[in-house]
Nanobody
Framework: VQLVESGGGLVQAGGSLRLSCAAS????????IAWFRQAPGKERERVSC????????YYADSVKGRFTISYHNAKGTAYLQMNNLKSEDTAYYYC????????????????????WGKGTLVSVTS
């Protein structure tokens, strides 16, 4: 299982970015896909998760209404569309595959049998 994030960068507050997570070594119907983030000096936190059996989505309150998670099965890629970015969204963003296909233990607790990407940095300037 391999996950590679891309799409991070520097953006002004109010702007948008779309993160991508290219997956290999597994199929989306076996794993839920989640996004986490970690800001400098802070603990890792949950951002969003999508269950690939019924497409249920989950969002942290801090991003609800601004971020949208999705995936394209044929392309083997998951996405996190981030709109109306705020300075507090600045962090390294990581995608993770949670054995599922529902968002379960790994999504809830941030550890377990998760597979992780190496992350991509999002910096939002005010």
């Amino acid at each position: 299982v391999q996950l590679v994030e891309s799409g991070g960068g520097l953006v002004q507050a109010g702007g948008s970015l779309r993160l991508s997570c290219a997956a290999s070594g597994f199929t989306f119907d076996e794993y839920a896909i989640a996004w986490f983030r970690q800001a400098p000096g802070k603990e890792r936190e949950r951002v969003s998760c999508i269950s690939t059996d019924d497409n249920s989505t989950y969002y942290a309150d801090s991003v609800k209404g601004r971020f949208t998670i999705s995936y394209h099965n044929a392309k083997g890629t998951a996405y996190l569309q981030m709109n109306n970015l705020k300075s507090e969204d600045t962090a390294y963003y990581y995608c993770a595959a949670d054995p599922g296909p529902g968002c379960g233990f790994g999504w809830v607790y941030g550890y377990g049998n998760l597979y992780w990407g190496k992350g991509t940095l999002v910096s939002v300037t005010s």
